[in-house]
């Protein structure tokens, strides 16, 4: 065990907990549990966004991606960084504007059937659960490498403590462990950037011809095709990750920890200049691993590329850069699995449990104690299944779980705020259809059903040819949704104009 990263791993634990102590303190109504009472300020929340984005999936994965499959890996960061345009242009403001905690409230602006506020909820923690799997494998790789303890004994831990966050700091304490959780990601990848920068003597053109032939791959290294030989693959992904963001219960939180729409919106900008930056600095991540770890060493520890990262640190800077590279992301892992609980267990308690059971008569008192209990259920589901998907590269992971959101909540998203004849029935169809065909694809595809022993859960031909079902699935959310609101008779078209009204100004009737 390295005594160092035990003791830069104690002190992140220590900060933690005590933001989690003082928030605790600061954390009594459901609304300070859900949103932070909203008041985050735009820079805070910028960062917080960024936060919850960069994760498990983006350093550890993201690298190790482009240090053995070059630009294939590229392709992450690429359509990680292109959605938040997405966001920022489509969703941001009137999200902000129609919700109040969850997704759900915002579909509920316009339609407050209860059938409708249960599929989003449901939607909701499917996704939560896809993402926060990847998360775990990346915590329990990681705690392995660099403390020498078991795999599964490293995803209890951080299972422990992202529940313990969620159970007393709320929004609160989520949000500030993932600002300075940003800061420490940025700042680590910043020194690891310019340390390979400096081996290659500052000249980008120059590390870009050598490493045409740094690795087992040659020049197809700096070309696309090492993994996506099928275009369609490759465009499956693109969509998934493209147009995922704008459907991730996460991320849409959010956008209620602030006081107005506008706040909300320089988040976003706040945030994609942050994401920006570290998506660009992923290339010297990846190319650095390839040239100073190599493919073989990189395999050896973790065969899904996952430590990559670390492995570099070790490299060009010892055991304390590792030490510290590996802090952060371990910090990293548990700030966002955190804001993961956090939204799942919303849209239980105040979803289904509130406005569902308790048909939006639950106190305070009874909200915030079923969203803690809730916590402790999604945490625990989420632990059993990390520990069956330890060979499974966390980008990957990821990008299943945008595909599920760009599936099943972004098509609900669209139609509500833009379409005039959408109805119950095509809200209710939308998610649905987008939901099950996403996990019906993804069931029967090359990730759970591999030839090669030890790729995938199952050994056997797969049946359906696409690692990413998103060029199915997207398109059947929002088929779904047109086929059911055209069947059915029933329209509200008045509701529409008092959603686009309060989508585009913001107005409350509490205002008046």
Request: glycine letters at 8%.
């Amino acid at each position: 065990m390295s005594v160092p990263a035990f003791i830069l791993f104690l002190i992140i634990l220590l900060v933690t907990l005590y933001i989690t102590y003082w928030a605790a303190k600061r954390t009594k109504t459901a609304n300070e549990f859900y949103t932070a009472g909203g008041g985050l300020t735009g820079w805070q929340n910028g960062l917080a966004i960024a936060g919850d984005y960069l994760s498990a999936a983006s350093f550890l994965g993201i690298a190790g991606a482009i240090a053995l499959n070059g630009f294939d890996g590229f392709y992450y960061s690429i359509g990680y960084l292109t959605a938040y345009l997405f966001v920022l242009f489509i969703v941001a403001e009137p999200l902000r504007n129609l919700g109040k905690y969850t997704l759900a409230d915002m579909i509920n602006s316009r339609f407050s059937e209860r059938k409708v506020r249960a599929t989003a909820a449901l939607s909701s923690i499917t996704i939560v659960i896809f993402y926060m799997i990847a998360q775990l494998v990346g915590a329990g790789a990681l705690i392995k490498l660099l403390l020498g303890i078991e795999y599964w004994i490293a995803v209890l831990i951080v299972g422990v403590m992202m529940t313990i966050y969620v159970l007393f700091g709320g929004m609160t304490a989520t949000s500030w462990v993932q600002i300075i959780k940003a800061v420490l990601l940025m700042a680590g990848t910043v020194i690891i950037s310019f340390l390979v920068l400096l081996k290659f003597n500052f000249n980008i053109v120059g590390m870009f011809n050598e490493m045409s032939q740094a690795t087992p791959h040659g020049e197809n290294y700096l070309h696309s095709g090492i993994v996506f030989k099928n275009p369609l693959d490759l465009l499956s992904m693109m969509l998934a990750l493209v147009l995922g963001t704008a459907g991730l219960p996460h991320i849409l939180m959010r956008f209620f920890t602030v006081k107005d729409a506008q706040t909300a919106r320089a988040s976003v900008v706040n945030a994609t200049w942050v994401v920006g930056i570290f998506y660009v600095m992923t290339i010297f991540l990846g190319f650095g691993a390839a040239k100073f770890v190599g493919s073989e060493t990189i395999i050896a520890e973790n065969p899904a590329g996952n430590m990559a990262a670390p492995l570099l640190a070790k490299a060009l800077g010892g055991d304390f850069l590792m030490s510290f590279v590996s802090a952060v992301a371990f910090a990293t892992i548990l700030a966002v699995v955190a804001g993961l609980v956090l939204s799942g267990a919303s849209a239980f308690a105040h979803d289904i449990y509130g406005q569902i059971i308790k048909k939006g008569k639950a106190t305070e008192r009874q909200q915030v104690l079923a969203a803690r209990w809730a916590s402790v259920g999604v945490s625990a589901f989420s632990i059993l299944l990390a520990l069956g998907a330890q060979s499974l590269n966390v980008a990957f992971l990821v990008s299943l779980a945008f595909c599920v959101a760009a599936s099943a909540n972004l098509p609900v998203i669209v139609y509500t705020i833009y379409w005039k004849k959408f109805n119950t029935a095509g809200a209710v169809t939308a998610m649905l259809a987008g939901l099950i065909t996403a996990i019906v694809l993804v069931s029967i595809s090359p990730n759970v059903i591999h030839p090669e022993a030890g790729k995938a859960f199952f050994v056997g031909d797969p049946i359906f040819p696409l690692t990413n079902p998103a060029l199915i699935s997207v398109p059947a959310g929002f088929i779904g949704g047109l086929i059911g609101t055209l069947v059915s008779a029933k329209r509200d078209e008045k509701k529409y104009a008092e959603v686009t009204f309060k989508a585009n100004t913001g107005y409350k009737e509490a205002e008046m």
